[in-house]
């Protein structure tokens, strides 16, 4: 019983320092560097939709705004960053864009996930050339 005591109190006092590891969590839309150097004044929201994909933000009251955002937790407390990136229409053409991104994010997570679970596909098998 004494045994059991020790170790539900040392359980409980390291769940509340932080000490138990939490994975980072990326959440919103992966706007690409690339994509928003396409942007142009004047291209139509199919066109803005094809290179940014689908707004996370979808606002009945200004539909001639879309907002992408994205948000990752940065630390073992739960302290997360926020980026916004928004694009403004008028008659459905782009007129402007403003706001911020995780530029390389999807690279980033790309390469991380690789390294903590390892890769997902069989490695291509050399095959010879002898003939």
């Known amino acids: 019983m004494r045994n ?24 919103g839309n992966l706007v690409r560097e690339d994509a928003v150097s ?8 199919q066109q803005v939709n094809a290179l940014l994909g ?7 009251f200004h539909a001639q705004r879309w907002d992408y955002m994205a948000s ?5 407390v739960g302290r997360t960053e926020t980026k916004n990136f928004t694009v403004y ?3 459905d053409a782009v007129t402007r864009w403003e706001g911020d991104y995780f530029p390389a994010q999807d690279s980033k997570l ?8 390892g890769r997902n596909l069989p490695k291509e098998k050399k095959k010879g050339g002898g003939g």
């Not at 059991?4 to 959440?27: D, E, F, H, M, N």
């Not at 396409?38 to 929201?45: A, I, P, R, T």
């Not at 390469?111 to 679970?117: A, C, E, P």
């Open 4 to 27: 059991l005591l020790l170790v539900a109190a040392v359980a409980l006092s390291t769940t509340g320092c932080g000490i138990i590891y939490k994975q980072p969590i990326y959440q």
């Open 38 to 45: 396409k942007l142009q004044v004047g291209q139509s929201k």
């Open 54 to 60: 689908t707004p996370s933000v979808a606002d009945p």
């Open 72 to 76: 990752q937790r940065i630390d073992r």
């Open 89 to 91: 229409f008028e008659n």
């Open 110 to 117: 790309a390469t991380q996930t690789v390294r903590q679970f």
